[in-house]
């Protein structure tokens, strides 16, 4: 299998991220990037910088935050069932693309 990578949603608590990469890595996976998918919501915005700040620091992997949208436009927050069916397309297109290129992805 290729590389490794996590792919995980992003609600106020950044850590939630952080503390999955660490316990991936304990257990010996090589995780070579983190991947968040996001809404754009205004509770959402000091964890993106948090998380963008914390991997920018780090040498042990790359990240990448995915927004969430719907016919185009940003979702701000899981409002409604358009909203959260536009998070599952884009949870869908992100694994799916992670898996094409032969990565193993840890949800």
């Given at each position: 299998?290729?590389?490794?990578?996590?792919?995980?949603?992003?609600?106020?608590?950044?850590?939630?991220?952080?503390?999955?990469?660490?316990?991936?890595?304990?257990?010996?996976?090589?995780?070579?990037?983190?991947?968040?998918?996001?809404?754009?919501?205004?509770?959402?915005?000091p964890a993106l910088r948090c998380l963008a700040e914390e991997f920018a620091r780090s040498e042990a992997c790359g990240y990448r935050a995915i927004p969430v949208e719907r016919e185009g436009w940003?979702?701000?927050?899981?409002?409604?069932?358009?909203?959260?069916?536009?998070?599952?397309?884009?949870?869908?297109?992100?694994?799916?693309?992670?898996?094409?290129?032969?990565?193993?992805?840890?949800?």
């Amino acid at each position: 299998m290729g590389q490794h990578v996590l792919v995980a949603t992003l609600g106020a608590e950044p850590q939630v991220v952080t503390l999955a990469f660490d316990l991936l890595r304990g257990k010996g996976y090589p995780v070579a990037e983190v991947v968040v998918v996001h809404t754009l919501g205004e509770a959402v915005q000091p964890a993106l910088r948090c998380l963008a700040e914390e991997f920018a620091r780090s040498e042990a992997c790359g990240y990448r935050a995915i927004p969430v949208e719907r016919e185009g436009w940003p979702v701000a927050d899981l409002r409604s069932e358009a909203d959260t069916a536009a998070l599952l397309r884009t949870l869908y297109r992100t694994i799916l693309a992670e898996k094409r290129a032969g990565r193993c992805v840890h949800l």
